[in-house]
């Protein structure tokens, strides 16, 4: 039997390499591409593929949040995880979504391969060859556990975002918004946006550079 993947990832460039490495794997069949959030949950109920494979940030929200909505809605489906992000946090967090699988971008292709086919076999249950490490980390590390929406306060702190449009990005009253905004702050020991963005990055939650208040 052929599996079938779908492709969700807003640069092109990686969509079309992810196609061909796919293409030249036996027993599997790319049916559709999608670049953000609202075209993938209509590509999925328009096409049925076996296996979805999802970047962690599309441009209308944290790919974690489809990973949410795919699985609650289709708990047979294949969901890999494959993110440039690949930290202890996004590791967890994927695996809490509801993710089959989660690979890092600078891993080999074969890898990406492997983990959908994992995800087609075995949807519910989660792969990573990093988990067994992050988990020993998490056990003898003091880094503070944030839950999935203080993540993705965190990551628009990151990108630089006020309270307005942090609100405005997660759907959420500006109140909300800064509620868990002082929870990250509360979690990381910080007083203002840079001493939280400094503190994420020697945790290793985040990868950017804070940007200059």
């Known amino acids: 039997m052929t599996t079938s993947v779908l492709l969700v990832d807003d640069h092109e460039l990686i969509r079309h390499g992810l196609a061909m490495a796919f293409a030249r794997e036996a027993g599997f069949a790319v049916v559709g591409e999608a670049s953000s959030i609202a075209e993938a949950q209509s590509t999925v109920s328009a096409l049925a593929p076996d296996v979805v494979v999802v970047d962690l940030r599309l441009p209308d929200g944290s790919g974690l949040d489809l990973v949410r909505s795919l699985r609650k809605e289709r708990n047979e489906l294949g969901i890999v995880v494959l993110t440039m992000y690949a930290g202890d946090e996004q590791i967890f967090a994927a695996m809490d979504a509801g993710a089959s699988a989660f690979v890092g971008k600078d891993s080999p292709s074969g890898e990406v391969i492997a983990a959908a086919r994992h995800a ?45 449009t942090i609100a405005a990005n997660l759907y959420i009253s500006e109140s909300t918004a800064k509620t868990h905004i002082a929870k990250v702050y509360e979690k990381l020991g910080a007083g203002n946006r840079a001493q939280a963005l400094v503190s994420a990055m020697r945790m290793g939650l985040i990868d950017a550079t804070p940007p200059p208040q």
Not at 123 to 130: E, H, I, V, Y
Not at 138 to 161: F, H, I, K, N
């Open 120 to 164: 087609a076999v075995s949807p519910r249950s989660f792969t990573c060859a990093g988990l067994p490490e992050a988990m020993m980390r998490r056990m003898s590390s003091s880094t503070p556990r944030l839950s999935d929406r203080e993540r993705q306060v965190l990551d628009l702190l990151a990108d630089g975002l006020g309270v307005a």
